[in-house]
């Protein structure tokens, strides 16, 4: 892989496509002048105030207020990335002048904390007031924790028995994550002044020793921190994130960026092209004395996704990682997938499932004495990331709940990673010291850091939590290519696969008989004693023509699973016609103010015309 030169250029790119945000269709047609196709290079250069000057001087040459409301849009979230907080709400606040509904989700909750990090707390709490009456907002648990860190942001008490230290190693550069190899600890430095929201990646990545002194912040030295060495053998352009080892130390994943060379603008929105992307590579070490071998893809990985944050465990048997990949509950999701040690390969990914999966963003997994540590802003929390914490063995999720850290754990900014040393310290990483970016601290606890509380503490109601772990799964469409599985020997009681018809159609589509042969192959292994089979129907058409529809749709899944040998009882159920509730009329039409006259119920109806396989046990 030869992309060291491309790394130093390519920095930024297409990065607003990963946080999932849409615009206006005048947005993604918007003609982009000369100077705004300059600036886009100096910003993939990582030349950021070149380029943001001259961002400001197309945004005054454009002359129709919907080109400029894009612009300073597009302009607001590029200074976001740089950290430039009051010039991003500048433009947040004129793209939102001159078009009211510009913003996506994440844009308000940005916008909104863009105010709060300057301490302009009223002008955010007024952004929130204009969006309080939309339903959207009120269901999202990423905006509610905006809220919640607008609420709490004086109020966040310690608690008892912990105490969390800034290590004084820590720069102005963003040190963003701790590793052990053997025994000999070590941290990430990022050189880059680009923050990816998401966390995803870290460009100009260099590893550094971390002193066992640090530990209780006694080296108050500003000695120039020591690269480790080990790291001079792996190519600088494997070194953008996380990195993990098995417990032998003969097997390590990384983090690639990947990019699209021609490509050489910061584009608006369009989710589904990438030309930006991170993977995961392995390596394994023959003998003790060699280099790792080559460097190869973990597992086929989709080309317009990204996978992250990989963490080893079981031996190096078990990878557990992210993705935003499609078939997931929205956003970041976390993932596991096996070695297959008669292959001598990875075997088929799972997704952990909607206990911890939200349609926000679940990260930076780490495997501790039983339980799962994770970051996530889709979970009730203070705001941005919180460290979160449940029961988790080989088999998967164990059922319980999930444990949220108290402060000082978690903060009202980004908490997202935590390297446990023992039962009762660890190290994480959180970007509350803004001046200094991202910062290591050290934690000390009374109480074991794999206890689960007898309540899960939520910095919300449990309601919400559960409410914001659950939209996507009604929403999902026949784009959708991945199911949610459990990690369990056996499959559990509830849903197991969706399929979606064409309208007025009994017959398998493509994707749902592709998505039957996967289901029919991974279920051979479990422990079935009978599925259910529910199908539906849209509102077009009579209640009895549409009863027998759904009926036949239900019957055609079952024969097509019987076909290919799911030897098991089946019950077969017609639903009938099912009626879209008006917010997933509104997500499908894709904007708040429509007409019903202008709708094409056919397409919108789409995901009504479905089948849903459950387990019985």
Request: charged share 25%.
């Amino acid at each position: 892989m030869k992309r060291k030169k491309i790394q130093v250029l390519l920095s930024a790119i297409a990065f607003l496509l990963l946080l999932g945000v849409s615009v206006s269709a005048f947005a993604q047609v918007r003609k982009v002048g000369r100077m705004e196709r300059r600036a886009d290079r100096n910003f993939i250069s990582q030349k950021f105030d070149k380029a943001m000057s001259q961002y400001e001087v197309a945004v005054k040459r454009v002359m129709d207020d919907d080109s400029k409301a894009a612009l300073h849009l597009k302009v607001a979230r590029l200074y976001f990335m740089v950290r430039d907080y009051k010039l991003a709400s500048e433009h947040y606040g004129q793209a939102i002048e001159l078009r009211p509904n510009i913003l996506g989700m994440d844009d308000v909750c940005e916008y909104v904390d863009a105010l709060r990090f300057q301490g302009k707390i009223r002008e955010a709490e007024a952004i929130c007031l204009n969006n309080a009456y939309k339903n959207i907002y009120s269901r999202s648990q990423r905006y509610q924790n905006t809220l919640e860190a607008l609420a709490m942001s004086h109020s966040i008490q310690e608690e008892p028995g912990y105490s969390a230290k800034r290590l004084s190693m820590n720069s102005g550069n963003s040190e963003y994550w701790v590793g052990i190899y053997g025994d000999q600890p070590f941290y990430a430095m990022s050189y880059s002044q680009f923050n990816d929201p998401r966390k995803t990646f870290f460009h100009r990545t260099l590893y550094y020793e971390l002193d066992a002194n640090e530990d209780a912040g006694n080296n108050k030295s500003q000695k120039p921190p020591k690269r480790y060495d080990y790291f001079n053998r792996i190519p600088a352009d494997l070194q953008n994130g996380p990195v993990t080892f098995s417990s032998n130390m003969d097997m390590m994943v990384t983090t690639v960026i990947e990019y699209d060379i021609a490509r050489t603008s910061v584009a608006m929105a369009d989710k589904k092209f990438r030309p930006f992307r991170t993977k995961l590579y392995y390596s394994i070490l023959k003998n003790e004395k060699s280099r790792f071998s080559r460097y190869i893809p973990v597992l086929p990985q989709e080309s317009v996704a990204s996978y992250a944050h990989p963490y080893l465990f079981n031996n190096g048997k078990s990878l557990l990682f992210a993705s935003d990949m499609a078939g997931g509950h929205g956003g970041f999701d976390l993932y596991v997938v096996h070695w297959n040690d008669e292959t001598q390969s990875w075997g088929a990914l799972v997704n952990l499932g909607a206990e911890i999966n939200t349609e926000g963003d679940e990260i930076f997994p780490v495997f501790f004495k039983g339980r799962l540590i994770f970051s996530s802003n889709g979970l009730a929390g203070f705001g941005g990331y919180d460290l979160f914490s449940c029961a988790f063995d080989k088999d998967g999720i164990m059922p319980g709940g999930v444990s949220h850290y108290p402060y000082p754990v978690n903060s009202v900014f980004n908490d997202y990673y935590m390297c446990p040393i023992d039962l009762q310290s660890a190290y994480f990483v959180s970007d509350r010291a803004m001046e200094s970016q991202d910062d290591i601290y050290y934690l000390r606890t009374m109480e074991d850091l794999g206890v689960q509380r007898e309540k899960p503490f939520y910095g919300m109601s449990e309601e919400m939590a559960v409410l914001g772990g659950s939209l996507l799964l009604k929403g999902a469409t026949e784009n959708v290519r991945k199911e949610t599985v459990s990690l369990k020997k056996f499959v559990p009681d509830g849903l197991l696969l969706t399929l979606y018809f064409n309208f007025d159609s009994d017959a398998l589509t493509e994707e749902s008989v592709r998505r039957l042969n996967v289901f029919a192959e991974e279920m051979g292994g479990y422990d079935l004693s009978e599925l259910k089979f529910d199908g539906y129907a849209d509102e077009m058409g009579s209640a009895n023509y549409n009863y027998e529809l759904s009926g036949r749709r239900a019957q055609r899944v079952a024969e097509y699973l019987r076909e290919l040998g799911v030897d098991v009882n089946f019950m077969i159920e017609a639903r009938g016609r099912t009626k879209l509730s008006p917010e997933e009329v509104k997500e499908e039409v894709g904007s708040y103010v429509w007409k019903e006259r202008d709708i094409d119920w056919i397409r919108v109806n789409r995901r009504a015309r479905r089948v849903e396989i459950y387990n019985k046990r």
